[in-house]
C-alpha cells in the first residue's frame, strides 16, 4: 500500500472513530434528555388529568341533585324546574343546560331560551345519543356522553343518570322515571382544565368518546400523537374514562440542550482531521510530483545526453574518480568493438593493441594520480583484425569544493589521418627513391660516356689483334682468334646496352627500328639464368617458330621483359617455391599483333590488388617502389600497344603484353 493510501485509510479511520464517538454521546445524552423531559412531561400531564378530572366531576356532580329531586317530586312542573335548575347552574360556569327526560324525552330545559329545539326529542332515537342513554339506564348509573353536537349548535358532553322512583313496597321494583341530564360545553371545559391555551407546554390528544377509554375515538388534538409514543394519562370520572396522550411541544425541547454544540463540535473536529489528513497525504504526493517532474527533466536530459553522444563522431566515456571505467558511449563500442558492459572497470584496456598498452595504460593512471587531463594517439586492436589509430583525451571532473569525483572524455578515429600521413610519408620515401635514382640515371649516363671510349678502344685492339695475327701466320692460333673475336663482339654489345641506357635514362626519344621479338626475349633472359638456377626455378622458353619482327626500341621492350621475369622469379622465391616454373612465350596474335606472355606458377596476385596493379607507386613488396609495371606499360602503350593481367586458375599469373608488328616487306628491308 502506497503511503497516500495509507494516509487515507488513517484519517478516515481517526474521522470514523470521531463520528461514532459523538454518535455515542450524542445518543445518551438525548435518551438522558428525553428521559427527563418524559418525566417532566408526565409530571405535568397528572397536572392536566387532575384539573380535568376536577372540572367534569364537579360538572356532573348537578345531576345527583336534579335526581333526588325528581326521585321524590315525580310530576315537578317546569317552573319548579327552572327554579332548581337555576340555583344549580349559578354555581358553575361551562354548563350549557340542564335537562329532564321523562321516559326519556326531553321535557324540562334550563335554560328553555335558545334550547327549544331539543325539548320533546326522543333520545333513544338519536343514535348519537342513544349508545349512552342506553348504557345508563341498563347499569342505573351516571354515564357521560359526547362530546357530541347539539342540535341548537357546539360540541357539548352530557351527563346521563337514570332517575328510579322508589316502590310503594320494598319487595316491589323500582319504576324508571326518565333521566336527568347535565350537558357541558365542552371548549370551557378543556380551557378550564388548561387543556386548550396551552400553559402546560405540552402536545395534548384525546380520546374515549362516550367515556370507553382507550378504545373510543379521538375527540380532541392530533390522534397521531397516540402513535409517537406518548405519555398517557387516564382521565377518570364516575363510570368511565378518557385517555389522553401528551408530548413536549415540538422545537428545541426535542434535543437534549448543549446537542448541536457537541453534534458541530463533533463535525468541526472531523473537518479538522479531515483537512489535516488532506495536507498530509497531499505533501508526499506534491513531493512525489516535484520528484516525478525532476525525474522527467533528468531522463530528458539524458536521452538527449546520449542522442548527442550517439550522433556523436567521437566515442565518450566516464570513469570514477579512481579510473575505473563507469560509461561508454555506441560511438566508443563501436570504434572498440567492445561492449558497454565489456569496457567497464578495467574492461576497456583489452581494446588497446598490445604494443601500446602498457604505454597508454601508465599514461592514463599517471592522469588518474595527478588529477590531471590525458592525451594520446594509439592504436585499438578491433575483433575483426583491424587496426583502429585513436586519440583520446579525458579531463577530470571536480565538484564544488574541487574534488576529482571522476574523469570525463572522448576518444576520436584517426585512422584515415595516420593513414595518410604514412601514405604521405610513403610516398616521400618513395619520392626520395626516385630522385636517388634518377641520380643514379645521371651517373650512369657520365659512367656509360666515361665506358664508351675504353669499349671502343677494346673492339679496336681486339680487332687490330685479328688483323695482326691473321697477317703474322697462315696458321695462327684459331682459338685465340676466335676469343679475340668474341670479346671485340662482347665489347661491341657493352657498347650497345650503355649507349642504349644513356639514351633511356635521359629519357631520349626511342630509337624505334625492326627487331626479332624472340631475340630481344633471348637477350632478355640472359640475365636470369644464373639468378633462375640459384632459386630453383625452371625458366622455360616457348618462342614462336618463325621470327616476328616488330617495330620497337629493343632496349625498352628487353626492359619491360626483365620486369615482367623480375617479378615472376620473386614471385616464386619469396615463400620457397619448390617446383617453380617461369614460362616465357612468344606468338603472333594476328597480322598486326604479337605477343609475349610470362607466366609463372608463384603467389599469384590478390583479387583487390589485381585493378591497381599498374598503378604507380603500387607495390606489395617491402623493399618494392611499384614503378616496374607502371613504367612497362608506358613503354607497351608508347609502342601502340598494350598490357593485361590474369590469374592462373592454378596458381599464379600470366602477364601478357602484345606489340603491332612489322610487315614481312619492312622485315626484309630491315
Ligand atoms: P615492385 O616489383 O617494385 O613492387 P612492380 O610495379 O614491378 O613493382 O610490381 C607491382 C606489384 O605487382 C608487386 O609489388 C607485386 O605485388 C605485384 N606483382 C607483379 N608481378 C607479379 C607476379 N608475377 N606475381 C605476383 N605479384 C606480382
Known sequence: MNSRLLHIFLFSAISLSVLLAVWIVDRSEQAHYQERLRSIVLRRTSGVRAQLEGALNRRLFFNRGLVAHVATNPKITQSEFEVLAEILVAQQAGIRSLQLAKNSVVSHIHPLKGNEVAMGRDLLKNPARRPAVERSIETGKLVVGGPTELLQGGLALIGYTPIFLKPAKPSDAATYWGLAMTVIDLEPLLREAGVIQGTHRLRLAIRGKDGVGATGDVFFGDGNLFESDPVLADISFPNGSWQMAAAPTSGRES??????????????????????????????????????????????????????????????????????????????????????????????????????????????????????????????????????????????????????????????????????????????????????????????????????????????????????????????????????????????????????????????????????????????????????????????????????????DAVQIEQVVLNLVRNGLEALSGDGHKSGLLTVQTRALDHQLAQVAVRDNGKGISEAALPHIFDPFFTTRPGGMGVGLSISRSIVEAHGGHIQVAINSDGGCTFQFALPVKNGADADAA
Not at 401 to 407: D, Q
Request: proline share 3%.
Open 255 to 552: 434535543l437534549a440542550p448543549g446537542s448541536w454544540k457537541l453534534r458541530f463540535g463533533g463535525c468541526f473536529l472531523v473537518l479538522i482531521i479531515a483537512v489535516l489528513g488532506w495536507v498530509l497525504a497531499r505533501e508526499p504526493e506534491r513531493l512525489q510530483q516535484a520528484v516525478d517532474r525532476a525525474t522527467a527533466a533528468l531522463t530528458e536530459s539524458e536521452k538527449r545526453h546520449r542522442t548527442l553522444a550517439k550522433l556523436s563522431p567521437v566515442g565518450l566515456f566516464r570513469a570514477d574518480a579512481d579510473g575505473r571505467c563507469l560509461y561508454v558511449s555506441e560511438h566508443w563500442c563501436e570504434v572498440s568493438g567492445l561492449s558497454g558492459e565489456e569496457a567497464k572497470g578495467d574492461g576497456w584496456v583489452r581494446a588497446v593493441h598490445p604494443e601500446d598498452r602498457d604505454c597508454v595504460v601508465s599514461g592514463w593512471q599517471e592522469a588518474v594520480r595527478m588529477r590531471k587531463s590525458f592525451k594520446a594517439e594509439f592504436r585499438l586492436q578491433h575483433p575483426s583484425g583491424k587496426t583502429i589509430w585513436v586519440f583520446g583525451q579525458s579531463v577530470p571532473e571536480l565538484d564544488e569544493s574541487g574534488k576529482v569525483t571522476g574523469h570525463v572524455g572522448a576518444v576520436t578515429n584517426i585512422t584515415e589521418r595516420k593513414d595518410a600521413e604514412a601514405e604521405a610519408s610513403r610516398h616521400q620515401a618513395d619520392l626520395a627513391h626516385v630522385l636517388r635514382l634518377s641520380t643514379m640515371g645521371e651517373m650512369a649516363s657520365g659512367i656509360a660516356h666515361e665506358l664508351n671510349q675504353p669499349l671502343t678502344a677494346i673492339v679496336n685492339y681486339s680487332r687490330g689483334c685479328i688483323i695482326r695475327l691473321r697477317q703474322s701466320s697462315a696458321d695462327a692460333d684459331s682459338g685465340l682468334i676466335e676469343a679475340l673475336e668474341h670479346i671485340s663482339n662482347l665489347a661491341v654489345r657493352a657498347g650497345d646496352i650503355i649507349r642504349r641506357l644513356r639514351s633511356f635514362v635521359r629519357k631520349e626519344e626511342p630509337r624505334r627500328v625492326p627487331v626479332q621479338l624472340n631475340s630481344v626475349v633471348r637477350e632478355a633472359l640472359h640475365f636470369f639464368e644464373e639468378e633462375a638456377r640459384r632459386a630453383e626455378v625452371t625458366l622455360q622458353l616457348e618462342l614462336s617458330q618463325e621470327d616476328i619482327w616488330v617495330f620497337a
